[in-house]
Structure formats: structure tokens, C-alpha cells
């Protein structure tokens, strides 16, 4: 007799026990672009459990993600973001009724051996070595992708750090051409020689093999214990409606992922979040990858979870 893989899972209305049997069918995925090796590999060792489910997942800039639902309408099954935040404020509570914070992360600047100067830039010189002439560095778009205004606020932050008034403005008006809609669109100008450097988290270096270069903590958004610093920096970004701005301060960067309310396939999307949230499943491969777990972290959300999820988070 054929022996049935029994995981044990509740679903999101019913309370009652899934079996792998049970869940099946296309499972769409929409998620930051940092996300992209650790979810092909999450997906990889999900399908071991679930054969019968086909995952489609579809990368781009974690802002760009959520307008995918809000505004255009797309189905989605599971939503994984850079920032928790837009979850929060772009999905929440219209098109998302809950946000699970999982993996953290670290803004660095990115380069390889090719790069001008690539043997003399250290922790103090950067900002010096980037505003150079002869050299060209890229960043993200801050209205489409997290990485973008999450560069824009070290910056800001280095300005002050580094008592150089005027320091994030230079940035912002040096190399505008090479500005591109999410972080890993910017792996491609590296590779080609085309700039120097990058703004980029440290897990995306490291999961290409690039060299990357540790900033101080008190400006690279890593550290929980720096928040109120973080704060201080902030940039405007575009709202949840056309013409509409918001303002984006700064923060630990913290990932977080949802379910949208009209997943067209709820089990598969519950059984996915469950494998990406246990300790020695995803979490295993995002840590593997250069992202540390944050689960449990405190949810605003909680009361709204499944109560199979509810384990992977903390009540405030």
C-alpha cells in the first residue's frame, strides 16, 4: 500500500489536518528580488513535501510587488517583501489582513575585484572613493524597491556619521543613469564593468560571490539597538495612490511575509509560509544564504493570523 506523507498543518478556516495529498495545484509567489536564490532553493526542498504543487515565482522590486495586487489586480498566493512595511501599508487591511516578520539583513557596498580603488576603499573612505569622478555606482529605484530608499537613508545616515554636511545631496545627484526598478537589476552593471559599485544588501553579495564592504553599524540598518538613530533619516516616497507621497523613515531591516485575501490557492500558500517559517526548513536556507531569522518577532497583526502560523510569531 502506497504510504501517504501526512504534514501536519491547519488550515486557515477549517482547523483541520492537511495532508500532502491535500495540498497541490500552481502556487504563485511574488517576491523581493534579494529573495530570489533563497526561495528557488525553499521551493526546491518545499516540492520534496509537495510534489503536487507548482511554484511560480515571480521576482521584482517589493514595492512593485504589493501594486501588483493593489493596483493591477494580479493573483497571488504568497507575498514576501524586503520591507514588512509595505506589506503594512500598501496590502493592509484592504488586500492583506496579516504580516509575519521572518529574516533580517544589511545594507553594504557592493563591487569586485575589477572595481577603481576596489584595493584601498574601507569603512572610512567609501563616501569619499563613490563621489569620485572617474568612478560610477548604482543604486535601486526608492519608489519601486525597498534596497532603493533603504540607500537613500544610508546615506543620510553617513552624512551625520561621518560630520560631512551635504554628503547625501552629492549622492543623490551623481550617476542617475544607472538607477534600476529592484537591487538584482543592479547585479548586471556590476558584472559587465559598466560601474564600480553598488548599494546593496550584504545576503545578495554574498549569495553572487561579490565583494562587499561592512559599514558601521550605526548606518547600515542591521542593528535593532541603533532604531532611534535610524529614525532620524527618512525619505518620500510614492503612496498608495497616483500623485500621493509618503514618508519612509528608517529602521532595522526587517523581511516580512503575507497571504493576500484572494489567494486563489490558500492551502498550498498556508502549507508554503509554514515551510518558509520552520526553523530547520526555510529558515535554514535563508540564514544559509546570509539572512539571520527574527521568527518569533512581535506581530501587529497577530489576532488576524491563521492559527497555524501563530507559532512563528509573538502577541505585542
Keep these: 500500500m502506497r504510504t501517504t506523507l501526512l504534514v501536519v498543518i491547519l ?21 523581493a528580488g534579494s529573495l530570489s536564490v533563497p526561495i528557488k532553493e525553499i521551493t526546491a526542498a518545499f516540492n520534496k513535501e509537495y510534489p503536487g504543487v507548482r511554484v511560480l515565482s515571480e521576482a521584482a522590486g517589493s514595492r512593485e510587488c504589493a501594486r501588483k495586487i493593489s493596483d493591477l489586480g494580479k493573483p497571488c498566493d504568497v507575498m514576501a517583501s ?52 572617474d568612478v560610477a555606482f548604482a543604486r535601486a529605484d526608492p519608489n519601486a524597491d525597498p534596497c532603493g530608499y533603504r ?25 542617475l543613469r544607472y538607477m534600476r526598478p529592484k537591487e538584482t537589476d543592479l547585479l548586471a552593471l556590476l558584472e559587465t564593468k559598466t560601474i564600480d559599485y553598488v548599494f546593496l544588501y550584504r545576503s545578495v553579495a554574498s549569495q ?15 542593528d535593532a539597538k541603533f532604531a532611534a538613530l535610524y529614525k532620524t533619516a527618512s525619505v518620500e516616497v510614492s503612496g498608495t495612490k497616483p500623485g500621493e507621497m509618503m514618508t519612509q523613515r528608517g529602521e532595522p531591516m526587517v523581511y516580512g511575509v503575507t497571504i493576500p485575501k484572494n489567494a486563489p490557492n490558500p492551502k498550498a500558500a498556508l502549507a508554503f509560509v509554514a515551510f518558509l517559517l520552520e526553523k530547520g526548513k526555510g529558515l535554514a536556507i ?24 501563530r507559532k512563528y510569531a509573538s502577541k505585542l
Excluded at 527574527?294 to 492559527?307: G, I, M, Q
Design 11 to 31: 488550515c486557515m478556516s477549517t482547523g483541520a489536518v492537511l495532508a500532502a495529498d491535500d495540498v497541490s495545484g500552481d502556487l504563485t509567489v511574488f517576491h
Design 82 to 133: 524586503a520591507d514588512y512595511a509595505v506589506i503594512d501599508t500598501l496590502l493592509i487591511p484592504k488586500f492583506a489582513e496579516w504580516n509575519i516578520k521572518f529574516a533580517g539583513n544589511e545594507m553594504a557596498i557592493v563591487y569586485t575585484e575589477a572595481s577603481k580603488y576596489a584595493k584601498e576603499i574601507t569603512d572610512k573612505n567609501w563616501h569619499e572613493i563613490l563621489l569620485r569622478d
Design 151 to 175: 540607500a537613500v537613508l544610508t546615506m543620510k545616515l553617513a552624512e551625520d556619521f561621518y560630520k560631512q554636511p551635504g554628503l547625501a545631496e552629492k549622492f543623490l545627484k551623481k550617476d
Design 208 to 222: 553572487h560571490g561579490l565583494k562587499w564592504l561592512a559599514l558601521p553599524n550605526e548606518i547600515n540598518l542591521k
Design 286 to 309: 535563508m540564514e544559509k544564504n546570509g539572512q539571520p531569522s527574527l521568527v518569533p518577532a512581535a506581530s501587529e497583526t497577530y489576532d488576524k493570523l491563521p492559527e497555524a502560523l
